[in-house]
């Protein structure tokens, strides 16, 4: 039989493993909410031409994104086109 004082450890070193790990969560979510603030108190403080140097540069990743994927599907169709050819000839 288990003996009152091992279950008693078991039970404390599990409730301290549970505090840590709520710790832990608890401020890493709390240290994001306030990079998230600041980064939203920094955009709400600049100057339009700072706004708009940082909207091109945006939008610039986002058309970048955007021709990449274009790219990528435009590979994709290409290789199912191909594909599907290379079925129809072996019929």
Known sequence: MVSPQAVRRWVITGAVTAITVTGS???????????????????????????????????????????ELERKLKEVSARRLAKEKGLSQEK
């Open 25 to 67: 969560i608890y401020g890493a979510t709390l240290r994001s909410d306030q990079q998230a603030h600041e980064v939203k108190k920094r955009v709400l403080q600049a100057t339009p031409e700072e706004r708009i140097a940082q909207l091109e540069v945006a939008r610039s990743e986002l058309v970048s994104r955007k021709n």
